[in-house]
């Protein structure tokens, strides 16, 4: 596509719940990225994939958080039992490798 | 530990002003340094990069930042500065994981410009 899509663009769900977000990179780009941005906050950093493996886990926050990329494409970020803290907007990047990461207009998560 | 620091929370100026925002770092090698901007309920936006060669790189929107070595800052700056320009802004820099030996982006917290009509 003509640049990086991410779904939902919100979402709003309960304490407790789990949560899929949806990164769809740029074509042909064989890196992606995913950081949280909380209100007023820069980026965290949070898991990053070169093909579909995750070479650097670092950034995720607890072991609720998961990620996957499927077909060297396709990236979810799955939030198991969410918590408030979690509220969020979260932001995926894709880029060639070492490459200039071109970003998503990025999901906003609500956890009441 | 390897970072990124802008130092501003937010930086004001007069419309037809020159900007500076500025952006230091502490990575281990040669860094690659980018400018991201931010609009309100906007994705990140790419400005500019500094890779290797000349120290001023040129990027969109009539931005520019110079790359200082000895200084380990990439301050972005315009000549002058347009409402349109409030934002907010993110410096990055590309360095090698020290751990996995892969490469990682590091970005700074943000620098709000509010540029004033």
């Known amino acids: 596509g003509a640049g990086v899509s991410q779904s939902p663009s919100n979402k709003v769900t309960e304490k407790g719940k789990d949560v899929e977000l949806r990164c769809d990179p740029i074509s042909g780009h064989t890196a992606l990225y995913w950081y949280r941005q909380s209100l007023g906050q820069g980026l965290e950093f949070l898991i990053y994939f070169q093909g579909n493996s995750a070479p650097d886990k670092s950034g995720l926050p607890s072991d609720r958080f998961s990620a996957e990329r499927t077909g060297g494409s396709v990236s979810t970020l799955t939030i198991q039992r969410t918590q408030q803290e979690d509220s969020a907007v979260y932001l995926c990047?894709?880029?060639?490798?070492?490459?200039?990461?071109?970003f998503g207009p990025g999901t906003r998560l609500l956890v009441l | 530990a390897q970072s990124v620091a802008q130092p501003e929370d937010q930086v004001n100026v007069a419309e037809g002003n020159p900007l500076t925002v500025k952006c230091t770092y502490s990575v281990s090698g040669n860094p690659y340094l980018f400018w991201y901007v931010q609009y309100p309920n906007r994705g990140l936006q790419f400005l500019l990069k500094?890779?290797?060669?000349?120290?001023l790189v040129k990027g969109s929107y009539g931005f520019e930042a110079e790359f200082n070595k000895s200084q380990t800052s990439f301050h972005l700056k315009k000549p002058s500065a347009l409402v349109s320009d409030s934002a907010l802004y993110f410096c990055?820099?590309?360095?090698?994981?020290?751990?996995?030996?892969?490469?990682?982006?590091?970005f700074g917290t943000g620098t709000r410009l509010k540029v004033l009509a």
């Open positions: 500094y890779i290797t060669g000349d120290n």
């Open positions: 990055a820099v590309r360095a090698k994981a020290l751990t996995s030996g892969t490469y990682k982006y590091i």
């Open positions: 990047a894709s880029s060639l490798a070492g490459g200039t990461q071109y």
